[in-house]
């Protein structure tokens, strides 16, 4: 009650913070006069002045009221929009590394100029973060305007650039682009062989635009790049035959998991099964050993009974087909990872394609957070605020509106079943569109779209379903959902980032209609037009009660719901909201209280009769907590796990980068070899034994295999004071000497070359191997849990193990490698190409449709990585103008996998670098 009270009275943190930044919109607007005074030249001079400040030592605090005041007055003259003073506090939040709630409508992308052009001034680079394409070249191109006339540079990142056009992009001092393209890139830069063809630099600010759909939602998938391993068909084969032995009774399924357990029975059948067949390593299925064995079990055993054949899947031309279950699509190309769609194939009797194995990946958690300074901007997220927090340490500040908000949020409407709800939803469409009231619809899932769509054509009622896979045509159309009478029904991100604007939206519409107008009074004279009927269609639709959401169910997720409602209402105009439920909803069947509902709903309603009710919007609330808190424990799960594989992965990633950047790495070898020597001596030869309890036999091997050598160990064994230490001291000497006899003859460059890229492979092939057993651990270790052990710290003790164990295999590797090399002289050499860089793949999987939304399938421009020994170089890219029009001279000066020069929109492998 005192809480209350002092609330009341005082308001709360977040209003006493948000107040306390009004001196420094104070001294913004001192500096507005002077600055408006200023003649064009002058303004974009400003960009020099303030750069020559912060050289003599000032900070960006202490340029922020002048550079935000000169933004302004640019934005001004260019756009022809001036800040309002709330998005003055917006630009001063997101500088300060928090994120800005800020209502729909509010001016978001005009807000991120503020903050983007003050941290830009460092020359460090800036890098603002889009939900999609569309959305990056335009901000790009429309914000750009600003940043150009005030001399900064501005690029954009979208699939399928060259490196050279990515290199120039992240160069300039502010880059635009997606989360999965900024996110690839770091993965992409991180698997080269050589520091001139990475494109990223190093990581200084970033915007993340609509923040809580990049750092929540998209953030329950981590970004994945893969590669073909090797041929394991039979394998699948064999796991199949086994697993169709198998009875229901072996098994326990749950279908709202999608998973399968092995009962207690069931477990001692398979292994009886496996042994039988020859699988099994020992008796025992879950041994170490058996970790291979346990996965390809575990998904032969959800292909054969969770995945129905032309249900989930159907088999054409001898392939295995991904049914979509949302709109009953198949979806060539796209295939289940992890070796499901492998063992559906072996299940099916159909070829089977090789599986894709990990190369690299990372989290939206843990890439993001390696910004010294990251913020971020959308109109929901103060209900995701501790995760925010905990996660990423950023707080949320909501920024009050710039004109009080007229919106009206009605009630929720429950009915019986989904014929019910549908029906009454498509009678109160047609009521306000017949008034003149445009109708935003929001659905769940593209097969609800359709549905509804169904129910609107009986009657009778024009309407546009979005879906959010076409984002730039679907913008144009959301930007006009504001029109009279319109109505148009989306899924949860269609047209995402565009403003609805009552009577329809100028820019947009210019665009559509006057694109192909040329310049001049005509042209003129109908944009004057154009503005004239929306500004009388926007007070009619004023009149009509402003834009009515429609929600046609709850979301798991309040914030859903929340962006939805936010759309209408903006800039103090008048709107209305009101979701319609029914018992068959996903959010009520699954999480809602059953039996309350239902005894409730069935005795006292009629069909198509509805109920209203505050106590019943509560209980669905509740639900709503529960599924987002179940939700965060997931994406908190996934975090924990990719936390410790992140430190491990800075670990190479910083070794790879240091051996790039050395001019010389034989200090690195030469330390490997002392601890490989180390390692075979201290094996063979423990301390505190006698030499007759000594592994001469087996010392004498690894040393023939490792390091090459043959010594007379006998001999030694002979003198009075051999020891451990005197054999290793000698191993050493030998070792030594016969390297460095090895490469006399060499020229120092050619052997640092070979050197650099012998631990480089070596590196990559190791880590790949480290992380494809890694996500093995991963899928068996929560069976730890039954021994009463905690599966997470289970997993970090064998996963720093494995990263000791595979350290140690580098070491031993690199040794062995030039131990057993052969190198002649330069001018006899006759110089062989290894193998190309095998096709990779990204993949991002979007939690909300389960596509993968990488964009990008093959990753478009890894580069061609070619080696030659000695010496060993790594091809250069030639810049495009470089290229001519001569394809001949296109030849190992193009990636296989870039764009080809010639424009014909194919890979350059596929088309004139065909072999």
Known sequence: MLGGLAKAIFGSSNDRYVKSLDKIVAKIAAFEDSVVAMSDEDLAAQTARFRERLDQGQTLDDLLPEAFATVRETARRVLGMRHFDVQMIGGIVLHRGEIAEMRTGEGKTLVATLATYLNALSGNGVHVVTVNDYLARRDA???????????????????????????????????????????????????????????????????????????????RTPLIISGPTDDKSEMYVAVDL???????????????????????????????????????????????????????????????????????????????????????????????????????????????????????????????????????MTGTAATEAAEFYDIYKLNVVTIPTNVPVQRVDNEDEFYKNTTDKFGAIAKAIAEKAALGQPVLVGTVSIEKSELLSEFLRKEGVPHKVLNARYHESEAHIVAQAGRSGAVTIATNMAGRGTDIQLGGNIEFRIHDELSEMAEGPERDAAIERIKAEIAEERERVKQAGGLFVLGTERHESRRIDNQLRGRSGRQGDPGLSRFYLSLDDDLLRIFGPDTMFAKMMNSNLADGEAIGSRWLSKAIETAQKKVEARNYDIRKQVVEYDDVMNDQRKVIYEQRSDIMDAETVDDVVVDMRAETVNMIVADACPADTYPEQWDIAGLKQRTLDVLNLAPDFDAWLTEEAVDPELIEQRLQQLADAAVAEKIADLPPESWAQVEKSILLQSLDQHWKDHLATLDALRQVIHLRAYAQKTPINEYKQEAFALFDRMLSAIREDVTRLIANARFMPQEELEVPELPQMPDIFTTHIDPLTGEDDSNDIDAGSLGLITTRLPPLQVAQFAAEDELGEDPANWEGRVSRNAPCPCGSGQKYKHCHGAL
């Open 141 to 219: 191109e429309q914000m750009g305007q600003v940043y150009r006339f005030l001399g900064l540079t501005v690029g954009v990142i979208v699939p399928n650039l060259t490196d050279f056009q990515r290199r120039d992009a992240y160069n300039a001092d502010i880059t635009y682009g997606t989360n999965n393209e900024f996110g690839f890139d770091y993965l992409r830069d991180n698997m080269k062989y050589d520091r001139e063809q990475m494109v990223q630099r190093p990581f200084n600010f970033a915007i993340v635009d609509e923040v809580d759909s990049i750092l929540i939602d998209e953030a």
């Open 242 to 376: 086994v697993v169709k032995k198998l009875v229901p009774e072996d098994y326990e399924v749950d279908e709202k998991q999608r998973s399968i357990i092995l009962t207690e029975d069931g477990t001692e059948r398979a292994e009886r099964l496996f042994e039988e067949a020859g699988l099994l390593v020992g008796a025992n299925l879950y041994d170490y050993e058996n970790t291979q064995i346990v996965h390809h079990m575990n998904q032969a055993l959800r292909a054969n009974v969770m995945f129905k054949r032309d249900t989930d899947y159907i088999v054409k031309d001898d392939k295995v087909v991904i049914i979509d279950e949302f709109t009953g699509r198949m979806m060539d190309g796209r295939r289940w990872s992890d070796g499901l769609h492998q063992a559906v194939e072996a299940k099916e009797g159909v070829r089977i394609e090789p599986e894709n194995q990990t190369l690299a990946s990372i989290t939206f958690q843990n890439y993001f957070r390696m910004y010294p300074k990251l913020s971020g």
